[in-house]
């Protein structure tokens, strides 16, 4: 189970529970997104792109397309979030 990414699951469970998500309360699944998942999706937009969004919004707003759930990133987490990244690749250079 712990392979599986959101995708997969819906689709298992789609195939598994299709007539019982018609006629009961909706099926609880168990989504495999996280929040450091959707920390390494903000890595790769990058540090500039991620500080214009802060200086546009103030937080970074997630919201897992799969069971919905939001995550909410303000300057402080993105901030500890690169200096992760950065001790672990120090060739990167940084302003
Ligand atoms: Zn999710």
């Known amino acids: 189970m712990l392979e599986l990414d959101c995708e997969d699951l819906l689709y298992k469970l789609f195939n598994e529970e299709e007539v019982r998500l018609f006629d009961a309360e909706p099926v609880e699944f168990q989504c495999a997104c996280s929040r450091p998942r959707i920390e390494r999706t903000l890595r790769a937009l990058g540090e500039e792109e991620l500080e214009g969004i802060l200086q546009e919004q103030?937080?970074?707003?997630?919201g897992c397309e799969f069971c919905g759930k939001q995550y909410l990133f303000d300057r402080i987490d993105v901030e500890t979030m690169l200096s992760q990244e950065s001790a672990t690749n120090q060739s990167?250079?940084?302003h």
């Open 58 to 62: 103030g937080t970074i707003k997630v």
């Open 92 to 94: 990167e250079t940084r």
